[in-house]
Each structure stands twice: as structure tokens, then as C-alpha cells.
């Protein structure tokens, strides 16, 4: 008796086609890309500090001085930083390197601190900033106070006043614009992001205090 064919499948026997990979773990691009270090520029490794709790990870942290000033870059114990010379230059190259490839935590952070690394040397040499736009009617600033006070008219019934961190930069070019610099990038888009909290641009009429290029979608409104 011949069977059919969905019914001779279903009595064949079966053959497992699993297959594991056996690639090579894959490293951080980011990571492994070179730091160029300027000649202005000086990195200093400095121990990490005695802790009294011997469970505690040790920290230590990479000094970098240019400049405009020096920054401190806190380093695990896992990452190394080499500096080459480069051929025919003053400048120098900085390599991210971690010890382990294989433990994931490693290979997660490995392009982390290299963009970190980056970001103030960038900082040491050039320096960061940020521009705010004011949109909305009535809505202006002035520094006042030998440029540590921010005050700005925004629609509320009072002024706003804030205390300019240390470290930042207050200008405001025109009433509308307010220029903020610094060697910190991270110290320059918080304040910019505690300005921008006054007003969020909001989708109706468009107004707010944008940062950069930020642009909003504007909403219809419903009409009964």
C-alpha cells in the first residue's frame, strides 16, 4: 500500500541542520580607531586612590591638559591607553585598548571611553558650545553680572535668573540667541538643557527655546 507524500514526510526520519557559529569575537570599531593627540597637548595617568573597602573596583583616571585648561578622565582598571609617535609629525596617536575582548562589559565600554577621550581633547584644544534660539513673542536675554547671570523674558509675569556654572561661558550675540562655551561639553549641554527646560518648544504655535538646528512638527489644531 502506498502511503502519500505529506504522510511519508512525517515517518522520515529527521536530521538535526543546526550550526553554531565559530567567528572570532567582534571588536569595537570605535574603539580600536586612533585618538590623534595634539603637541599642545599632555596626558598625565594618575593612581587610582586607596580605598577602604577592598571589595570596591579601583578607579584611576587620565589627566588632560591643553590650552584652554585640563579636564580628568576617570578610567577602570580594564582599559589602557598607549601613546605612539606619528611619522613625520609633532602630534602623537592615542590607542583604547582593554584586556579582555572577550568579556562583553569590556567590549561595551571599549568605544565608550574612547569617545570620551576624544571629546576633551577636542575640548583642551578647540572647546565646546552650544547655541540656544529664543522663538515666541516678547522673548529675549541679557547677561548681566559680569556674565555669571542669565536673565530672560519669557512670557511669565517675572524674569528668569540663572547662575551661569563655573567652567561656562555666557554671551548673548543678539536678544534671541545665547551662546554658551566651555571646555566641558558635558557641564555646556546640561545648562543648555536647564534653559531649554523654561520653554519646551511646544507643536502649536512653534515657540520655545530651541538648541542647535532643533526643529519641531507643527500640529493643526482641530477644528469642530
Given at each position: 500500500?502506498?502511503?502519500?507524500?505529506?504522510?511519508?514526510?512525517?515517518?522520515?526520519?529527521?536530521?538535526?541542520?543546526?550550526?553554531?557559529?565559530?567567528?572570532?569575537?567582534?571588536?569595537?570599531?570605535?574603539?580600536?580607531?586612533?585618538?590623534?593627540?595634539?603637541?599642545?597637548?599632555?596626558?598625565?595617568?594618575?593612581?587610582?586612590?586607596?580605598?577602604?573597602?577592598?571589595?570596591?573596583?579601583?578607579?584611576?583616571?587620565?589627566?588632560?591638559?591643553?590650552?584652554?585648561?585640563?579636564?580628568?578622565?576617570?578610567?577602570?582598571?580594564?582599559?589602557?591607553?598607549?601613546?605612539?609617535?606619528?611619522?613625520?609629525?609633532?602630534?602623537?596617536?592615542?590607542?583604547?585598548?582593554?584586556?579582555?575582548?572577550?568579556?562583553?562589559?569590556?567590549?561595551?565600554?571599549?568605544?565608550?571611553?574612547?569617545?570620551?577621550?576624544?571629546?576633551?581633547?577636542?575640548?583642551?584644544?578647540?572647546?565646546?558650545?552650544?547655541?540656544?534660539?529664543?522663538?515666541?513673542?516678547?522673548?529675549?536675554?541679557?547677561?548681566?553680572?559680569?556674565?555669571?547671570?542669565?536673565?530672560?523674558?519669557?512670557?511669565?509675569?517675572?524674569?528668569?535668573?540663572?547662575?551661569?556654572?563655573?567652567g561656562v561661558k555666557c554671551s548673548v550675540?543678539?536678544?534671541?540667541?545665547i551662546l554658551l562655551e566651555g571646555v566641558?561639553?558635558?557641564?555646556?549641554?546640561?545648562?543648555?538643557?536647564?534653559?531649554?527646560?523654561?520653554?519646551?518648544?511646544?507643536?502649536?504655535?512653534?515657540?520655545?527655546?530651541?538648541?542647535?538646528?532643533?526643529?519641531?512638527?507643527?500640529?493643526?489644531?482641530?477644528?469642530?
Amino acid at each position: 500500500m502506498l502511503l502519500p507524500l505529506n504522510r511519508c514526510l512525517r515517518y522520515a526520519p529527521r536530521t538535526c541542520i543546526c550550526q553554531f557559529s565559530t567567528t572570532s569575537t567582534a571588536s569595537s570599531k570605535i574603539g580600536k580607531s586612533p585618538v590623534v593627540i595634539p603637541d599642545t597637548v599632555t596626558l598625565t595617568k594618575l593612581p587610582p586612590p586607596k580605598h577602604k573597602n577592598p571589595r570596591e573596583t579601583p578607579i584611576g583616571s587620565l589627566q588632560v591638559k591643553g590650552p584652554l585648561g585640563k579636564l580628568d578622565l576617570s578610567l577602570p582598571p580594564f582599559i589602557t591607553i598607549t601613546e605612539t609617535p606619528i611619522p613625520s609629525s609633532t602630534s602623537r596617536r592615542a590607542t583604547v585598548t582593554i584586556e579582555d575582548a572577550k568579556i562583553r562589559q569590556q567590549r561595551e565600554m571599549w568605544g565608550t571611553w574612547r569617545a570620551n577621550l576624544q571629546k576633551l581633547v577636542l575640548g583642551v584644544t578647540e572647546g565646546h558650545s552650544a547655541i540656544l534660539r529664543l522663538v515666541g513673542v516678547g522673548y529675549r536675554a541679557a547677561v548681566e553680572g559680569g556674565g555669571r547671570q542669565l536673565q530672560m523674558r519669557l512670557g511669565f509675569s517675572h524674569p528668569v535668573d540663572m547662575s551661569v556654572p563655573e567652567g561656562v561661558k555666557c554671551s548673548v550675540p543678539t536678544p534671541t540667541r545665547i551662546l554658551l562655551e566651555g571646555v566641558d561639553k558635558t557641564k555646556v549641554n546640561q545648562f543648555a538643557a536647564n534653559i531649554r527646560a523654561w520653554r519646551i518648544p511646544e507643536p502649536y504655535k512653534g515657540k520655545g527655546i530651541f538648541i542647535g538646528e532643533e526643529t519641531i512638527k507643527i500640529k493643526v489644531k482641530k477644528v469642530k
